[in-house]
């Protein structure tokens, strides 16, 4: 792969980079120097952070209420874009409302329509429509620039905001972004298989992370994704990007990130690789990395500004 270099980034840990202005940093030694200057009195971004607030609700006309929970701060403000019918309540997101907190920035979570606590009926969605979910989060309540850190299926939707909304998002984190995710995996079935599915117009796909141990995915919504792939041709994103998978994601292979890095245009792109960790990157040291990811990419963007 031309013009990419890999380097050790911690016990663990690969970073590949992309162009001359990436970031280059130490995991270890770096974390530690953000976990220093945010420890008087914040909390280590542990997984039993709770958030006290109470849900408020962004009316649309002729959408579905979306449920969200806003924290005011200074910019840039982050907005967490969770998985595939996951919540705004998840380990990631609670550990970076946390770290905002601490910091003083804007920070906003919330749940896509048909999903948590947001109107809307799930059989009925796609990802067109979570897609404008995002950019109504965005142009309703989001004030300046944005850094959005997006979670497996969310890392694909926050592709789609930068593209949508190049003033207003100027960095990306991606946490095992699942890219084109259920396109890819419905095409790599088999043809008979495929057949069935059309037929039934439903794919009971299996999934550890299912409570029932498979989702149901409607026919309907494949389809409608394949209008949303990105990696077919070059993805118009300029902005700063981070990539973190974990080497053993069953769900979405590490290679997708490393497929998006080389995809978009943006020359300021790590990909950073969990040797041990799994599709969820829920554990302690996978949430000090996104963390230290976010303080980084806001250094960087002070930078800029000053």
């Known amino acids: 792969m031309a ?21 280059s940093f130490g995991f270890h030694s770096g974390l530690s120097a953000v976990l220093a200057r945010r420890s008087d009195g914040v909390p280590r971004w542990l997984p039993a952070c709770r958030q006290k607030a109470s849900i408020s609700f962004l009316s649309r006309p002729d959408l579905p209420k979306l449920a969200y929970k ?6 840039p403000g982050i907005i967490f874009i969770p998985g595939y019918i996951s919540n705004m309540n998840g380990t990631k997101a609670l550990a970076i409302e946390e770290f905002c907190k601490s910091l003083g920035h804007a920070y906003i979570r919330f749940d896509y329509s048909g999903v948590g606590n947001s109107d809307g009926n799930l059989q009925e969605c796609t990802v067109g429509r979570w897609r404008q979910d995002v950019l109504s989060i965005i142009d309703e309540l989001a004030e300046g620039p944005q850094i959005l850190v997006g979670s497996s299926l969310g890392g694909w939707l926050m592709l789609h905001a930068a593209i949508a909304r190049p003033q207003k998002v100027v960095a990306l984190i991606g946490v095992a972004a699942a890219v084109d995710g259920l396109v890819t995996k419905f095409n790599q079935l088999p043809i ?21 141990g498979v989702y149901h995915i409607q026919y309907s919504f494949i389809k ?21 998978h974990g080497m053993e994601d069953d769900v979405v292979p590490w290679y997708t990130s490393i497929q998006v890095a080389d995809r978009v245009v943006s020359t300021d792109v790590d990909v950073i690789l969990r040797k041990h960790s799994d599709h969820r990157m829920k554990e302690k ?22």
Do not use: F
Not at 192 to 212: A, F, R, T
């Open 3 to 23: 013009g990419v270099g890999m380097v050790a980034a911690g016990a663990g840990v690969l970073c590949w980079r992309w162009g001359l202005t990436a970031v």
């Open 70 to 75: 806003k924290l005011k701060g200074k910019s």
């Open 192 to 212: 008979e298989v495929k057949k069935e599915i059309e037929m039934k117009g439903v794919w009971s796909m299996p999934s550890k992370y299912s409570k029932d």
């Open 224 to 244: 409608e994704a394949e209008h949303h792939c990105l990696l077919h041709s070059p993805i118009p994103v300029n902005c700063p990007l981070r990539l973190l």
């Open 285 to 306: 040291a996978d949430i000090q990395l996104l963390v230290y990811s976010i303080d980084d990419l806001i250094d960087k963007l002070s930078t800029v500004v000053n």
